[in-house]
């Protein structure tokens, strides 16, 4: 289970997902806690926490995830998910149009976006980020997207990406 979005947000939970075991979660955490670790891109205990955390899971949206700089704060974590996963979909691809993107033919894919929960993004603000593999390392192409489920059924709706992969917009086709 993701970290709260709204309400308090305590430590020892959020040490717990960062660890990978969940939120809500009984696994063991070693003190002391340093939010100086928690908040480390790179994960590891520097700042002398009892336990080693993995490097924080850049998957998750920029608003739910620490920027890894100073001030920190606890509310960054909003949403965090360190096992996020990503949502494959298969689609048409146009550079230029949404209307070309919609016109029929045969997907291709998959790729994949970072809104775990929806094959159609429920953001199309930045928010969220398409990829062309299921590490994150490599961002979609600049474009128009039809969006179909893994079996080739439409969802009859594109998604718009930017230049860093941002899905910048969407509807219906």
Known sequence: MAVPTSGSIEM???????KGFGYTSSGTITNPIHLSDLSRLSGG???????SYPAVNLLNPATNRPDGSNPQSIGEFRGYEQ????TAFDFIF????????CLSGIPSGPY????????????????Y???????GSLVAATGFYQVFTSGGSSSNKFIQV???GSIIGGGNC
Not at 12 to 18: I, W
Not at 45 to 51: L, V
Request: proline share 2%; no cysteine; net charge negative.
């Open 162 to 164: 930017g230049s860093n």
């Open 112 to 127: 994949y976006h970072n809104d775990g929960n929806n094959l159609f993004p429920d953001s199309l603000d930045g928010t």
């Open 12 to 18: 020892l939970k959020l040490a717990r997902e960062r």
């Open 83 to 86: 096992n996020v996963s990503l």
């Open 94 to 101: 146009s550079s230029s149009s949404s209307n070309n993107a």
């Open 129 to 135: 980020t398409a990829f062309q593999n299921t590490s």
């Open 45 to 51: 205990n520097t700042s002398g926490s009892g336990t």
